[in-house]
């Protein structure tokens, strides 16, 4: 089952986030696709359930219920998976994109060093200008 809440932030904005909730030996955020909204990936949670994984994501700013932040980049997901694992009580935790979603996993990791213990891209696209 996932959880859906709002998370109001300092500055007044809202993130929309998802929670497979309870304890867990392993939290994993999710970040979504474009142009998808946040919710994990359902065909993934039983058998997180039964390996003690716990998804959390939220939509970015501007899509689903997320407030819009203006002049946004890949780094402010770093920012929002912060608030949201502090406003969860969570330390530790990894991270996955898919597609679009692949770039701001690994900027939350480089953003995130002392918080993220590992990343994966799925379907991730190459930066904008690359050869090839």
Do not use: Q
Request: aromatic share 6%; charged share 15%; with cysteine.
């Amino acid at each position: 089952m996932v959880i859906e809440t709002d998370l109001v932030l300092p500055d007044g904005r809202t993130l929309h986030v998802y929670d497979t909730g309870g304890p867990a030996r392993l939290t994993v955020f999710w970040h979504h696709g474009t142009p998808n909204l946040g919710a994990p990936p359902g065909p993934l949670l039983p058998l997180a359930e039964s390996l003690g994984v716990r998804w959390v994501s939220h939509d970015r700013p501007g899509y689903g219920g997320s407030t819009p932040l203006p002049d946004r980049t890949v780094g402010n997901a770093a920012e929002c998976v912060a608030a949201v694992a502090d406003a969860l009580g969570i330390e530790h935790f990894a991270v996955m994109g898919h597609s679009g979603g692949s770039s701001h996993a690994l900027a939350t990791a480089a953003l995130l060093p002392g918080r993220v213990k590992a990343v994966a891209g799925l379907a991730a696209v190459a930066p904008f200008g690359a050869e090839g």
